[in-house]
């Protein structure tokens, strides 16, 4: 389908009638409304309204052909609805001021760059800020991605025109997360679009994101449940330590030890420049080059305050360790005998939160479109244990198997790989679980 560009010249003449109602102005007939047809080759790849700066606007105007001519003659009552349109559009759009440039899951919006810190050979961490005419707005919203818990944006590459989604690392201690920074761990791949230009932002550069995108409501999912064990493969970590943030961090305050979850990550990472931390979590002196790491000190901070409740066990594939099918069968068992000694009742297969069942057919972002919905398990004790999966395609799929996309939509499917093994072969140690594709 073609799109369609308004004349320039209609539009100064539609704003200069629109900003001198009072002043005569000639009459705008038919004929001079006429619009610029997009070839398919020079419509934008996104669907939005912000404007890239490398898309060009100098397009040519092609010769109506016959049957063109004889529409625009035999409908003017159309184009006099479309004027209209056009007329009442460039008055509000005057009347109104700036539009809204905060932060919106349809356009893109722009954040500052204020620092690009290097955490590995091949890792860093980018931090940017809100600009200061959109930073109240933006905060209200940040604070609400943060209280709902596990959340996303989207990158735009402006050159390419492609987006990624990336997730925020949590506030720092002494942060709440409404002070319109955001940060994030990104690992540059050779030939990844994204992460290489990405690892070419400095301090005063801009970027661009679309979001806030609301994930999995863990706590309700979790319910009265207190054990989260997460699969992660290497910056595949973030959505773990959000989750961390919102079990452990937010009700650190009012929650009781044994009354707050326990949660358990193993992180596969290919070299052990990229293990994060792991010297100072296993006692080791750490290197200076470690310690000036915001992302190291905030793994170890998160470690101090929670003690046997937050754990990671680290995986390298240079020194041929791997996630096998028994380190994860005995992370559940672990899990399970540590909280909830007692298995729960059957879920109901139509409730929204702990049907197995209902999350193979159902997208993470479906969550954040229910938030009110109701538990529908009759038990007095409702919830599930969960399992997460996330990192690469290839490792959420040896895992779990990859999502699938059905009606458009990208469905969490069945669950396989080793997950599935361990169901099967397990007697019972999944049955209490609900393993959640990231």
């Given amino acids: 389908m073609r799109g369609v560009r308004n004349c320039i ?25 006429h619009t610029f047809s997009l070839q398919p080759s020079q419509e934008r790849l996104f669907s939005t309204t912000s404007t890239s700066p490398q898309h060009s606007s100098n397009y040519t105007t092609p010769e109506p052909g016959p049957r063109s001519k004889t529409r625009r003659r035999r409908n003017p009552f159309v184009l006099s609805i479309g004027a209209a349109t056009v007329i009442t559009a460039a008055w509000y759009a005057l009347g109104s001021g700036s539009k809204d440039e905060s932060l919106n899951d349809t356009r893109f919006t722009a954040f500052d760059v204020i ?21 109240a707005k933006n905060s209200a919203k940040l604070k609400a991605a943060w209280e709902h818990g596990l959340w996303s944006v989207e990158f735009k590459q402006p050159q390419l025109q492609i987006a990624r989604h990336y997730t925020p690392l949590p506030p720092l201690e002494g942060e709440d997360g409404t002070e319109g920074h ?49 699969l992660a493969g290497g910056t595949g970590i973030v959505p773990a330590l959000q989750i961390v943030h919102k079990l452990l961090d937010t009700s650190s305050v009012d929650g009781l030890a044994d009354t707050r979850p326990s949660i358990r990550i193993l992180w596969a990472n290919r070299r052990s420049v990229d293990c994060v931390a792991r010297d100072g979590l296993q006692g080791k002196r750490r290197a200076d080059d470690e310690m000036q790491s915001v992302f190291l000190r905030q793994i170890l901070e998160m470690k101090r305050k929670h003690g046997n409740q937050f754990s990671i066990d680290y995986f390298v594939d240079d020194e041929k360790k791997f996630i096998g099918i028994r380190d994860v069968d005995a992370a559940l068992r672990k899990a399970a005998a540590t909280k909830t000694p007692s298995t729960f009742q059957p879920s109901n297969k139509s409730c929204r939160w702990h049907s197995a069942e209902l999350l193979a057919v159902s997208m993470d972002e479906d969550d954040g479109q229910a938030p009110d919905a109701a538990c529908a398990c009759a038990q007095e ?16 799929e040896a895992f779990a198997r990859p999502k699938r996309w059905a009606g458009g939509r990208e469905l969490q499917g069945p669950v396989q790989g080793v997950l599935g093994t361990i169901k099967r072969q397990g007697k019972g140690t999944m049955d209490d679980w609900l393993v959640l594709k990231m």
């Fill in 9 to 33: 010249r209609c539009l100064s003449d539609i704003s200069a009638q629109a900003l001198h109602p009072h002043q005569p102005s000639r009459p705008l007939s038919s004929k001079a409304l």
């Fill in 182 to 230: 955001l940060r994030f761990l990104v690992r540059k791949m050779q030939g990844g679009e994204m992460s290489n230009y990405l690892s070419r932002m400095q301090v005063g550069h801009q970027v661009w994101l679309r979001g806030p995108h609301h994930g999995f409501d863990i706590p309700k999912r979790l319910g009265d449940a207190r054990e989260v064990v997460f």
């Fill in 381 to 396: 004790r409702a919830g599930r244990k969960i399992v997460c999966v996330s990192g690469p395609d290839g490792f959420i």
């Fill in 115 to 135: 620092s690009n810190e290097p955490v590995s050979p091949t890792a860093f961490v980018l931090t940017i800020r809100s600009r200061d005419i959109e930073l």
